[in-house]
């Protein structure tokens, strides 16, 4: 029998039901904002592993790496949910921050110095072994503090505007972000399948590479956002199809596909930034005037955000 509760009606009930709900929404963003400090913490815990733990140390690091580009789509979710659930709040966007800082900032340099420094044969002269150990550890620091430096810089800054202005109407983030700059790296290493550096020649590229990520997330280059992409305008069939093709492609060849990603996507920022310079030179002539500042104002008229 189906009896009828009167008190579950009250404005009162209804009120109390609404804020529970609400309460509800506001705690989903957080969820995905967790798993993304889980996966960070997991990936720590196994580059430690590497260097310490029982076991093939390359398996160590392949998972760590893998952590670290598992928990890119987490951060990406949990701006989005809270948007789309209207439940932003100066909390979340403070977890959020933290939470980067330890998967996107901490494992990430960990890992690649881990990976690219720590293995290398005594074989090698003694003073460039020397001298790699301490380079690498530089310059992963740098690139931990160039990604705290681009995070702080992002929750600082409400209309940030690139040196190189890109097509109107569209947003760019201004440096390349955190997770891409993590992902490059841990997508170099599962592109190795986790096993480490063992040459020195092979080590000084991997400096170099580091110590890029690091410059180009303090730069002021744009870099797309992706933020024009709106899935509710596709039509659910076509989308559907589309991610179980792109699935498919990452389960079978992750180790390359998500190595081209991570690449393609850091020299698309350098590339930009080279073809503005480029143009606005054949504009300028070689001697001709300056651009002129009308110019330069419409140029710069784009909407663009710093994530």
């Avoid at 060849?253 to 991570?262: K, R, T």
């Amino acid at each position: 029998m189906n009896f009828h509760n009167p008190a579950k009606d009250t404005p009162e009930a209804k009120a109390a039901r609404k804020a529970r709900l609400h309460r509800g929404m506001y705690l989903l963003p957080s969820l995905f904002t967790v798993g993304n400090i889980a996966a960070g913490f997991f990936s720590i815990t196994e580059t430690i592993k590497s260097i310490s733990g029982p076991g093939d140390a390359h398996t160590h690091l392949d998972w760590a790496a893998i952590a670290i580009i598992f928990a890119i789509p987490f951060d990406a979710l949990d701006g989005r949910i809270a948007r789309m659930t209207n439940t932003t709040s100066e909390f979340g966007k403070e977890l959020d921050s933290l939470a980067d800082a330890i998967t996107f900032g901490v494992a990430p340099a960990l890992l690649a110095l881990i990976w690219g420094f720590h293995f290398l044969p005594d074989t090698i002269n003694p003073q460039l072994l020397q001298h790699l150990h301490q380079a690498g550890a530089f310059i992963c620091f740098l690139y931990l503090i160039g990604g705290v430096s681009r995070l702080a810089r992002f929750n600082i800054s409400h209309d940030a505007q690139p040196r190189n202005p890109g097509r109107p109407g569209r947003k760019y983030f201004v440096g390349m972000p955190i997770p891409a700059g993590a992902g490059f790296l841990a997508s170099s290493v599962h592109l190795c399948y986790g096993y480490p550096v063992m040459e020195w020649w092979v080590a000084v590229p991997w400096l170099m590479l580091v110590g890029l990520s690091a410059f180009l997330m303090v730069s002021t280059w744009r870099f797309w956002s992706g933020k024009e992409i709106n899935f509710s305008r596709s039509h659910p069939f076509q989308l559907l199809l589309v991610l179980a093709v792109i699935f498919y492609v990452i389960f079978q060849y992750s180790h390359f596909v998500f190595f081209a990603i991570g690449l393609t996507y850091m020299f698309s920022g350098i590339w930009a930034r080279a073809a503005y310079s480029w143009s606005r030179r054949r504009r300028k002539g070689p001697d001709g005037p300056a651009v002129s500042a009308s110019e330069t104002a419409s140029t710069g008229q784009d909407s663009i955000g710093p994530s």
